[in-house]
């Protein structure tokens, strides 16, 4: 089960699978390449919102070159994820 440590480490399985209770194996609706371009993506907005609250209590411009950098990434991401959903 993900946990908040866990939930941004990358899939480390090249499978794909995980084992259910009843000892039989149940494919990823996703490939771990798709799966990592979803989690960078999820840490990327992640990381948007956060500088954002940062901001607020410090130096605006560092934050808001960050996110920048950050948004430009995760555009990047999305772009690519898109890609890769419309040629299935």
Do not use: C, F
């Not at 954002?52 to 994820?81: F, I, M």
């Amino acid at each position: 089960m993900a946990t908040t440590e866990t939930m941004s480490e990358p899939m480390e399985t090249t499978t794909g699978r995980q084992q259910s209770g009843n000892g039989s194996w149940i494919d990823s609706p996703v490939d771990d390449d798709t799966y990592n371009i979803l989690m960078a993506l999820a840490s990327k907005l992640e990381a948007i919102d956060t500088y954002k609250k940062y901001a607020s209590n410090g130096d605006q411009g560092l934050w808001r070159e960050l996110a920048s950098d950050d948004r430009r990434h995760a555009e990047r991401l999305y772009d690519t994820l898109r890609q890769r959903m419309a040629s299935r």
